[in-house]
């Protein structure tokens, strides 16, 4: 079962961030796991995330990626929200840039596959179309905030 309270907050979601291509989304992402304790070691998640890039590109397609890392240094599971000021280039499966990013990070010894848990929960809610509108549309914190919630909470159903 997923614990949505722990693995989302408000504070996992950040809006207009200032970032240019892949790469620094990825820092980024790193930067934020540890801001909001998800790690203590920046430079860790940020290898976990780039090994996975680069065995398969995580652009899914529709303005969405969802990098995602299962790594030693990642203490808690947790859900991150990007949205960049400008969509940036991801080497999407349909060659479109990203607009909203949506970082999964499990720990490596996770216990009931709570990264393939995340994973699922969410591409099954992106599947919908009013969803992937919303999530990729709004610009409200809050709002994200509930969407995100909502398709966590759907999942343990």
């Known amino acids: ?27 980024y992402v790193s930067k934020v796991a540890k801001e909001v304790k998800l790690t203590d070691d920046e430079e860790e ?12 590109s995580t652009g899914l397609g529709d303005r969405i990626a969802i990098p995602h890392a299962k ?8 859900v ?3 949205k960049p000021k400008i969509p940036i280039e991801w080497n999407a499966l349909d060659g479109q840039p990203v607009s909203i990013i949506i970082a999964l990070l499990t720990p490596y ?4 596959n709570v990264h393939l848990k995340l ?14 509108k919303k999530i990729i ?5 809050e709002e994200i905030f509930d969407l ?10």
């Open 45 to 56: 998640t940020l290898k976990g995330l780039l090994q996975r890039e680069n065995e398969f």
């Open 1 to 27: 079962m997923i614990n949505s309270d722990l693995i989302f907050k408000i504070d996992n979601i950040r809006l207009d961030a200032d970032i240019k291509d892949k790469l620094e989304a990825l820092k």
């Open 80 to 82: 991150i929200i990007i």
């Open 109 to 112: 010894d996770n216990s009931g």
């Open 148 to 157: 995100v919630k909502e398709a966590l909470t759907a999942f343990n159903n």
């Open 137 to 141: 549309e709004t610009n409200e914190k």
């Open 71 to 78: 790594w030693e240094s990642i203490k808690q599971a947790g």
């Open 119 to 132: 994973l699922a929960s969410l591409s099954r809610s992106l599947i919908d179309e009013s969803f992937k």
